[in-house]
């Protein structure tokens, strides 16, 4: 009887003992993983804070200012004056007769099967 | 246990043969059980102080070594805990009122060098003096080839500068990483924004910290690693800033002017939608301080918010309004001006002779000094006192900059009647165009006083009722005949649509050394609201110095040189801020004009 608890008692022991050396290099694994994780998102926080700073300088007031004036040929802009404002009633309503022919199609198209219907 | 016993029967026989006492063989043989029974108990004792001793000193050499190593290693990330990935290390973002990007981050290599690794001291540093010209050879030669072994070069490289450099080829030239403050707007905004410079700096990083304006002021805010780089979002539109930016500038320059500040304003809701101040400086490139002449003349200066200025007639309205909702008079009230009305040895004087009598609301049109002096003693001193500190006129604003407390109003330091009558007119007291923005949002937004901010706010101040809604409407009918009426001060300020109300000043300014006032240099200040039957914006504009030229004689009264620039900015922003041109009601609270 003793010898069969000494044995188990061993036997667990070294059950044991195995079981926390996977799980500590699991562990390991796992946090090593986290780490290049980490330092993927910062690398890509990186490049996304120097995508809005770029955007953000390519977007900056002076410049758009400018290219307007560069291209008023083309473009004709002005700046936003109060006379631009309109009403409503002042839209006209699109004729029938545009709307059909906009929706005639060349050739076939397919639909996916979410959004066709069966003939 | 083999104890011994007390009385051993052989030693009492024998003690007894011998005619002993057998007494003293027990007591003796006690003495020496108890003796042993204390040496046992001491080296018991003993033992385990030593095992408490070794325990102690297990604990706190751990603690010891822990904290050894804490103090001596690099600070590493956590990575065990889930909440540590979304720590963002770096300074927060500063947008706009709509998201666009006002100040962000850049990474960017900092240049050092240890001389003792170098090969080449001599070219490496020719090579860096060629590669920045700021640098100076002989320094660097000098720095490289000394005892030092560490010599910061350059603070910031551009990734071009680092290529050029590590072309050299020379392994003593290290490079860190840098984090650098961007503001891609350039000069918009630049006052409000204030720069950022380094504080610690390490060889692999360095503390950006901000050094003026926002930046200083939500320094710990924006460093705050617990808020997970969420951007601070400021009041201000950048659209709007740009284009008022622009006229402000155009004007300046088109009246000569030697700076030119403006404030628009939500009177509800107390954001500071735009605020200028010129001359302006880059904050990427931040200038540094003045060392010689005056301060405000430097572009770090703020205008709107540190330059205190005499506001001049701008602050006739709040002494109307006063003396309207004290009930002393109305709109139609006959005030009279005959002048030069004397008060000891001064006098004050209109900058025209407008007749004997004018009503209240003519006073205000037609500007005149000694009418609105006259009201004021109506007030008087204390009432007036409290009104004003009421507005905020007695404090520094509490706007969201570092600047914003050095901008404190200069007051009389006796308040006396003669004080009261020529601050009426606003002479005597000192306030930056900022003040002036919030005493006209309390009239414009039905009589509350609300504190300017420069943060987006969800809702409407609610703020204490200085005036009554009644007065502050009436009040606004008048500063609308001020623009409106062919006889008012500021009839250049009629923009079509949008109903412009307000009122001008022009304040001469007061000599630097003291002695009185310079007879041709002038503060021209446009106050005004639009529109002014239901004002959803207020906009301070005002101009140092300003001279137009263009008639025969040059001009200088706000109403020539203030108000088109106001009336320009107004045109120009109105539409983007979304404000529709609109058919004035013909009818403004019952005012007519008594004395026409």
Redesign the interface.
Known sequence: MRFLIYGLTFLSMIGFGFWAYRENYETQAALSEVGRLQSDIGAARERLGVLRAEWAYLNRPDRLRELANLNYDRLQLMPFSSDQFGRIDQIAYPQMTQVTEELEFEGTVELSSNGGQEP | MNRIPLRPLARILHARQVGENPDAIERENLRIRHEQMRDKARQRAEGRLLVMGVMFFCAFAVIGVRMGHLAGSEPM?P??QAK??SI?A?RADIVDRKG??LA????THSLYAHPKQMIEPERAAKALAGIFPDLDEARLTKDFTGARKFVWVKKKISPEQKQAVHDIGEPGLLFGPREMR?Y???K?ASHILGGSGFGREGVHSAEVVGVAGVEKFFDDQLRDPTREGAPLQLSID??IQ??ME?VLYGGMNLLNAKGAAAVLMDPYTGEIVAMASLPDFDPNDRPRPPVSGSPSDSPLFNRAVQGVYELGSTFKIFAVAQAMDLGLVNANTMIDIRGPLKWGKHRIRDFHYYGKELSTTKVLVKSSNIGTARLAKMVGATRQQEFLKSIGMFDPTSIEMVEARTGKPLLPQNWSELSAMTISYGHGISTTPMHLAAGYAAIANGGTFIKPTLLKQGSPQKGPRVMSAETAARARAMLRLVVSHEEGTASLAE????AVGGKTGTADKPKENGGGYYEDKVIATFASMFPAHDPKYVLVVTLDEPEENTGGEARRTAGWTAVPVAAEII??V???LGL??DIEPVQLAGITLASQ
């Open positions: 990330e990575r065990a540590g990935a963002a770096q666009r990007i962000t981050n850049m990474e961007l891609p707007n350039g918009l950048l659209t740009s284009a622009r923009v079509p649509g949008y045109s120009r109105a539409p983007l529709r041109p």
